[in-house]
């Protein structure tokens, strides 16, 4: 069980979740897009969530968000239950949990520096997981466009799974789907600023990927492969790669809970955070002894 969370509207996060045992559940076919997005663009929808980049991985998903009222919890909450329940009917009619029984990874985002690198790096993920060559190539949910251009996604209810009456009076047929810029992270910077920023950033982590995947001597495997992988495969690390070492102890690593680079927020944060934890178990035995409290 994760430490409690303090939940305040205006604040940029990053989420990361991963498919259960690793497996390639997220398998990047027609029928995983397609639930993805639509899953996607009703929980932004229900609970007014503004999300500034995601991309879904055969065995996890990275998105960044913006939550200005407050209500990311329920988002995910909402989000990741249609997925796993339309993603395990696509995967024959699975009855096991689809998502891994380790919490959810979020990670609050302090500054502009930090949401601008997670934004990139949910981008380049499928160039740094050594699949194909270029972020573009991959073949699954991937929303750069959607965001660059300011593209929409019109995504129609999937039908094999969204059938009953319960569910059809509350979700729409067909729904669109759109990557939000905020005002928020703009602040004084005109959007085509921003985005020469984030091309470059894109460019330049691309191209340190491929080296560092160059000198292990790994190539991508390509689009074809990746399609041709199959959703009961899992991911494997090899022991006798010399980044094996590397790879279980960023993986063991305790998960952080914020990200920026700036010193002075680093340390205000933990300040912040570990009186919030005191006020919160103080709260937390008074909600016990049945006493008023206000978390």
Known sequence: MTRPREVVPGRFYFITRRCAQRQFLLHPDRDTTQVFAYCLAVSIKNYEMQV??????????????????????????????????????????????????????????DDYAAVLEKICYTFVNPVRHCTVWHERDWPGFHTYKLLR?????????????FRKVNDNKRLPP??????????????????????????????????????EHKA?????????????????????????????????????????????????????????DAEFQKKYRKARKKMIKGEPCVF
């Not at 065995?59 to 988002?75: A, C, L, Q, S």
């Not at 992270?185 to 990927?209: K, N, S």
């Not at 914020?258 to 912040?272: E, L, N, S, V, Y």
Request: proline share 5%; hydrophobic share 35%; glycine share 4%.
């Open 216 to 272: 292990d001597k790994r190539r991508p495997i390509g689009k074809a492969a990746v399609l041709a992988q199959s959703w009961r495969s899992y991911a494997i690390d090899d022991p006798n790669h010399p980044n094996y070492a590397k790879w279980r102890e960023r993986r063991n690593a305790i998960k952080p809970t914020r990200a920026t680079k700036d010193k002075d927020k680093q340390r205000d944060g933990a300040i912040h």
């Open 174 to 211: 067909v729904i669109e789907l759109a990557m939000t810029l905020p005002d928020e992270l703009l602040g004084h910077r005109t959007r085509e600023a921003f985005f020469a920023e984030l091309d470059d950033r894109l460019d330049f982590a691309r191209e340190q990927w491929l080296a």
């Open 149 to 161: 251009y300011g593209q929409t996604m019109t995504v129609e209810r999937p039908r094999f799974f």
């Open 52 to 109: 500034i980049a995601s991309c879904a991985m055969s065995n996890h998903h990275h998105t960044v968000i913006f939550d200005p009222k407050g209500r990311y919890p329920e988002f995910l909450e909402n989000f990741h239950r249609l997925t796993a329940r339309a993603m395990n009917l696509v995967r024959d009619k699975r009855k096991e949990n689809f998502w891994s029984s380790h919490q959810v990874n979020v990670v609050r985002l």
